[in-house]
């Protein structure tokens, strides 16, 4: 596994002089990391994840594009810091956040530490911090916390990947802001049934 060579520093006290042109560069890079998410999950849709088309699509479009992304993003978190909403705004602050999940489990190490400290300073959103914790836990084998993280089951269907102690899984959600997990599934097309989850996520965890 390649280790990120970026050292965290603390430059939060390095305020940005462009905050404008970097607002409007973050929220570039925002729509250009949902766009293609977009047109993939339409091609999943159509064909099927395994299917050629959306491997290719996959190998030869969106790992470019995200490669760049993430590059300008650590261009800019090294220089200021992880830039909070009341200087970056809303869509700014959360592009640092999606593109940094979609980078590699090296990167999401290195700049996990700074969302901890813009959300400790109420510059960045809880649940942002959540979910990057949730996906880094699962990518080392571990259960996550707040179950953001989704899984598919053979028969296609999507399921609560596994998460530490279930029956506090709604009080950890909503700790973070977060809405209780039956209404999280359920916007995702599947129920939650507690009991039934935890009978059944056994067989899951032997994937971690």
């Not at 490669?67 to 959360?94: C, H, M, P, Q, R």
């Not at 973070?176 to 507690?194: C, K, M, Q, T, V």
Request: hydrophobic share 40%.
């Amino acid at each position: 596994m390649l280790i990120a060579t970026f050292i965290y520093k603390d430059a939060y006290s390095q305020a940005p002089s462009n905050s404008s042109a970097l607002k409007l560069k973050l929220e570039k890079l925002f729509d250009e990391d949902q766009k293609i998410r977009v047109t993939l999950d339409s091609l999943i849709n159509l064909h099927g994840y395994e299917s050629a088309p959306v491997q290719s699509y996959i190998k030869e479009t969106m790992m470019d594009i995200d490669s760049v992304n993430t590059a300008e993003v650590i261009n800019i978190l090294e220089t200021y810091g992880w830039l909070g909403t009341d200087e970056v705004g809303i869509k700014g602050n959360a592009a640092l956040f999606v593109v940094i999940q979609h980078g590699s489990l090296s990167t999401q190490e290195t700049y996990l530490p700074m969302l901890r400290r813009s959300v400790k300073q109420g510059k960045s959103s809880p649940i942002n911090l959540g979910m990057l914790e949730d996906r880094i836990a699962l990518s080392k084998h571990k259960k996550q916390v707040y179950g953001t993280q989704l899984w598919t089951k053979e028969d296609g269907s999507l399921f609560i990947a596994p998460v530490v102690k279930p029956d506090e899984l709604d009080k950890r959600r909503k700790g973070i802001g977060l809405e209780p997990i039956a209404s999280y599934a359920r916007a995702h097309g599947f129920d939650w049934n507690l009991e039934n989850y935890k009978k059944e996520i056994e067989k899951y965890v032997t994937l971690l």
